[in-house]
């Protein structure tokens, strides 16, 4: 007998940078692609709305040292992030290959959410 594992949440990051030889006309629909394919999977339950995120940012560091910009010396921005419900890393990357942005520079990090309180035990070093 099969058990059905109950579906968990992963965290997808937006990475990446539009592709320079994208027409604005290109990215333009690829985003309201995006859009589309993304509510139909929110209506499907498969996903679950996040938000894009602006370019500002701080950096807190080490002796409470504040500096500018959110990715430090790194070309490659976090462009905003959501939500998949899925039944496996598996199976939440499948549904991430649907997005329509991919296709234009943009690439997908997908974690899993750990709603473990952290402790020494279960935190890798």
């Not at 199976?91 to 997005?99: D, K, L, P, S, V």
Request: hydrophobic share 35%; proline share 3%.
């Amino acid at each position: 007998m099969t058990s059905k594992s109950s579906p968990s949440e992963y965290l997808v990051l937006c990475r990446g940078q539009w592709d320079k030889t994208a027409s604005r006309d290109q990215i333009a629909k690829a985003i309201d692609q995006f859009y589309v394919w993304l509510e139909k999977l929110v209506d499907q339950g498969k996903m679950k709305h996040g938000q894009r995120l602006m370019y500002e940012g701080k950096t807190v560091g080490r002796r409470n040292v504040v500096t500018d910009g959110p990715f430090g010396e790194s070309k490659e921005v976090i462009g905003g992030y959501w939500f998949v419900v899925a039944n496996s890393l598996d199976e939440a990357a499948e549904f991430a290959t649907g997005n329509p942005c991919l296709d234009y520079g943009l690439f997908l990090e997908i974690r899993p959410i750990d709603t473990d309180t952290a402790t020494v035990d279960n935190t890798n070093f």
